[in-house]
T-cell receptor, first 113, second 117 residues
Framework: DQQVKQNSPSLSVQEGRISILNCDYT??????FLWYKKYPAEGPTFLIS?????DKNEDGRFTVFLNKSAKHLSLHIVPSQPGDSAVYFC????????????FGTGTLLAVQP | GAVVSQHPSWVICKSGTSVKIECRSL??????MFWYRQFPKQSLMLMAT?????????EQGVEKDKFLINHASLTLSTLTVTSAHPEDSSFYIC?????????????FGPGTRLTVT
C-alpha cells in the first residue's frame, strides 16, 4: 500500500519555465514533508521541507505548497535550469518517535535547454 | 558538513556468498542510521533502523537473518547481505541522523550497487 504517491513518473519543462511536481498522501498522521533530489547511482539530497502546520515554504527557486485537506503537496521550481534535471522524491514523516521517512515513487524531471 | 560515505560503491558477488556494506558519517555523530534499498525506477524502501549500541529494528517483510545490521559506533553502521541470491541485487542506500539534529533530518550516502551473479 503506497502511502505517498507521485502520479507523474516524468515531466519535461523548458529552461526558464516553472516546474511543478506533485505528491499525494493518504495518511493524516504525517506531520512533516520533505523533497529530495536524486541523480542516478547517488543518494538523495535534501531540497526543502514543510511542517504540516504550514501551507507554504520558500527557499530560493524552490517553493513547497501543502494542502492538508486534499492531502496534497507540490514543489515549484522557478526558473527551471538544466541542472535541475534529476529524479525528485517527496517523503513524509510519521509523527512521534519513529521518524521514519516514507518515500514517494519519484518523478523524473527533464529541463530542456 | 553532514557527509555520509558508503563503501563499496559497487560490488559483484557470486550467489551464496556474503557481502558487507559500510556506512560512515564523516563529520558528525549519528545515533541513528537507516538502510534503504531501491529497485530500478522504484521508490526507496526502508529496510531497517539501527541505533548505536542496540539491535536494529527491521521493517515488515525484511529478513533480519539475511540482512545483518551492526551499528557499532556513532559513525559506522554495516549491512551484511548473507547468502546472497540474484534477487538481492539492488541499490542499497544508508542515511544517518545527527545526534543533535531534528528528528526527521537524515543525510544520505551515495549508495552501493550490489549485483549477485
Amino acid at each position: 500500500d503506497q502511502q505517498v504517491k507521485q502520479n507523474s513518473p516524468s515531466l519535461s519543462v523548458q529552461e526558464g519555465r516553472i516546474s511543478i511536481l506533485n505528491c499525494d498522501y493518504t495518511n493524516s498522521m504525517f506531520d512533516y514533508f520533505l523533497w529530495y533530489k536524486k541523480y542516478p547511482a547517488e543518494g538523495p539530497t535534501f531540497l526543502i521541507s514543510i511542517s504540516s502546520i504550514k501551507d507554504k515554504n520558500e527557499d530560493g527557486r524552490f517553493t513547497v505548497f501543502l494542502n492538508k485537506s486534499a492531502k496534497h503537496l507540490s514543489l515549484h521550481i522557478v526558473p527551471s535550469q538544466p541542472g535541475d534535471s534529476a529524479v525528485y522524491f517527496c517523503a513524509a514523516v510519521y509523527g512521534g518517535a519513529t521518524n521514519k521517512l516514507i518515500f514517494g515513487t519519484g518523478t523524473l524531471l527533464a529541463v530542456q535547454p | 558538513g553532514a557527509v555520509v560515505s558508503q563503501h563499496p560503491s559497487w560490488v559483484i558477488c557470486k550467489s551464496g556468498t556474503s557481502v558487507k556494506i559500510e556506512c560512515r558519517s564523516l563529520d558528525f555523530q549519528a545515533t541513528t542510521m537507516f538502510w534503504y534499498r531501491q529497485f530500478p525506477k522504484q521508490s526507496l524502501m526502508l529496510m531497517a533502523t539501527s541505533n548505536e549500541g542496540s539491535k536494529a529494528t527491521y521493517e515488515q517483510g525484511v529478513e533480519k537473518d539475511k540482512f545483518l545490521i551492526n551499528h557499532a559506533s556513532l559513525t559506522l553502521s554495516t549491512l551484511t547481505v548473507t547468502s546472497a541470491h540474484p534477487e538481492d541485487s539492488s541499490f542499497y542506500i544508508c542515511s544517518a541522523r545527527p545526534g543533535q539534529g531534528r528528528s526527521y533530518e537524515q543525510y544520505f550516502g551515495p549508495g552501493t550497487r550490489l549485483t549477485v551473479t
